[in-house]
């Protein structure tokens, strides 16, 4: 029920993002009728310079808070491949080390991805995800352990260096892909652009009442458009809380985890 709450949020966003404009608008127009009311001769139409300044700030705040959900969103997908590839990588180079410290190893390396697995699928219920991070930290530990033990094992000088250096790049890319799932943007902007839009929305409300007619088709449609691209950049922003998901990525480690269960070799060595 948490997944299937939070998996609805985008729409309840844009939801009471288009009614709270909407009100916002009334607001405005209500204002300015009151003050047209109490002084028609010193109240003024509101300066081209103000609603300028209001709504290029607003312009300016979705332009950039959606440029930066999408480069947030590309990277993501770029750390899924990387991780996928750093985990193939360790897995192959198992080979080096000798034949009976292998089994376990290999079990535990099937355990790690199907844990890096349950982070996605728990995603974004966070305390979830912190206890399989949790999980996953320990899991490493004993990753390292054992292969290090098993390296002093190989007849091989070089083996401790290449099964290593690859379980490093293996957990040096968990780490960076834990830090795009948490990196967002900070509370402060998507406030500052909620407080923005709703000025502008007062503003435009305000502006109807100088001719004393509603005109609600163009107080609708910028309610919708503006509301639109706020949810397009909040489901950006998030990618698996809405409609855009990063899934199909998801598919390389889904791959990485069917070659260890059939004990097919990996595909390439790097």
């Given at each position: 029920m948490g997944r299937i709450a939070l998996a609805g949020l985008p729409f309840f966003v844009?939801?009471?993002?288009i009614a709270a404009m909407l009100v916002s608008i009334e607001f405005g127009y209500r204002t300015g009728?009151?003050?047209?009311?109490r002084s028609p001769e010193t109240t003024r139409a509101l300066?081209?310079?103000?609603?300028?300044?209001?709504?290029?700030l607003m312009g300016l705040l979705i332009a950039f808070t959606f440029a930066g959900a999408g480069v947030r969103f590309d990277n993501r997908r770029m750390l899924i491949a990387e991780e996928a590839n750093a985990i193939e990588k360790a897995y192959f180079r198992l080979d080096l080390l000798?034949?009976?410290?292998?089994?376990?190893?290999?079990?535990?390396?099937?355990?790690?991805?199907r844990g890096r697995l349950?982070?996605?699928?728990n995603l974004?219920?966070?305390?979830?995800?912190?206890?399989?991070?949790?999980?996953?930290?320990?899991?490493?530990?004993?990753?390292?352990?054992?292969a290090a033990d098993a390296t002093k094992g190989s007849s091989s000088p070089a083996t401790q260096m290449l099964v290593l250096s690859a379980l490093n790049e293996m957990m040096d890319a968990a780490t960076r892909r834990t830090v795009g799932i948490i990196s967002h943007l900070p509370l402060?902007?998507?406030?500052?652009l909620v407080l923005t839009v709703l000025l502008g929305s007062f503003l435009t409300g305000y502006s109807m009442s100088m001719s004393r007619a509603r005109d609600w088709l163009s107080g609708i449609i910028f309610a919708i458009v503006i509301s639109s691209s706020i949810y397009v950049t909040f489901d950006y922003e998030y990618p698996r809380a809405g409609l855009i998901r990063v899934d199909d990525v998801d598919q390389l480690l889904v791959q990485t985890l069917e070659r260890m269960e059939v004990s097919v070799p990996i595909s390439s060595v790097h």
């Open positions: 844009m939801g009471g993002l009728l009151r003050r047209r009311a300066s081209p310079v103000v609603k300028a300044s209001v709504f290029g000798p034949p009976e410290s292998q089994p376990q190893l290999r079990e535990d390396f099937r355990a790690y991805v349950a982070v996605t699928r974004p219920n966070m305390e979830a995800v912190n206890a399989d991070l949790k999980q996953l930290s320990t899991l490493q530990g004993k990753i390292w352990e054992e402060l902007v998507w406030v500052l």
